[in-house]
Every structure is written in structure tokens, then in C-alpha cells.
Nanobody, 123 residues
Framework: QVQLVESGGGLVQAGGSLRLSCAASGRTFRRYNMGWFRQAPGKEREFVAAISWIGDIIYADFVKGRFTISRDNAQNSVYLQMNSLKPDDTAVYYC?????????????????WGKGTLVTVSS
């Protein structure tokens, strides 16, 4: 069983920055494919970014150039640096882990989800 705990959410003004963190349990974190998703009020959960266990990265088009995903295998953690935030980025952000398949924009199910952290961007 893998536990994912997100942190770093909060209230920020438009144009500001936040850094989300996701701490994962397990001794084989370096083998996990990791990702970030988000769910805005009244909307379905959507893909934000992913980083594979070998370091391949993919972003949703709407965050390219603004968000950066990274991982630190020594800390069992994955991060999402979010810059130039917009009110449309307001959502609960979820960390995801999959032990066997890559996480992509078409991914709808993963092995493990975190409970989420709320990001609110004010205009």
C-alpha cells in the first residue's frame, strides 16, 4: 500500500506562485510513475503533469511554461512548482502514483491517489 500526502496549497493572488509537494510512502518510490491532477468546482478531474520513473515529463497544454513538475527520489517526493497562477487554476490538486503504467493526459485511473490540497487563486 502506498500513501500519498499533498501539501503546499493555499490562497494566492493571480500572478503569484505556489509549490505543491507530495510525500509518498514505500521503499521503491524511484520506480513509481507520478503525476498531478486537479479538480475544479463543478468540473471533472483533469491531468496537469506527470513524471515517469525514468524522468520523462509531460504537461497539459494549459500549464506549459507556467508549471514545473520534479521529483526527489531521496526524499520520496514529487513537486509541482506553479507560477503565473490564474483564477482558472483554482482547484483541488491531487497527487497520483502508478506502479506499472505511465501517467498521461488520457489517464483516468491510477494505482494510488492522495487526498488533495486546495489551491485558490484570487483575481
Amino acid at each position: 500500500q502506498v500513501q500519498l500526502v499533498e501539501s503546499g496549497g493555499g490562497l494566492v493572488q493571480a500572478g503569484g506562485s505556489l509549490r505543491l509537494s507530495c510525500a509518498a510512502s514505500g521503499r521503491t518510490f524511484r520506480r513509481y510513475n507520478m503525476g498531478w491532477f486537479r479538480q475544479a468546482p463543478g468540473k471533472e478531474r483533469e491531468f496537469v503533469a506527470a513524471i515517469s520513473w525514468i524522468g520523462d515529463i509531460i504537461y497539459a497544454d494549459f500549464v506549459k511554461g507556467r508549471f514545473t513538475i520534479s521529483r526527489d527520489n531521496a526524499q520520496n517526493s514529487v513537486y509541482l512548482q506553479m507560477n503565473s497562477l490564474k483564477p482558472d487554476d483554482t482547484a483541488v490538486y491531487y497527487c497520483a502514483a502508478d506502479l506499472t503504467k505511465l501517467i498521461t493526459p488520457s489517464t483516468s485511473s491510477v494505482d494510488y491517489w492522495g487526498k488533495g490540497t486546495l489551491v485558490t487563486v484570487s483575481s
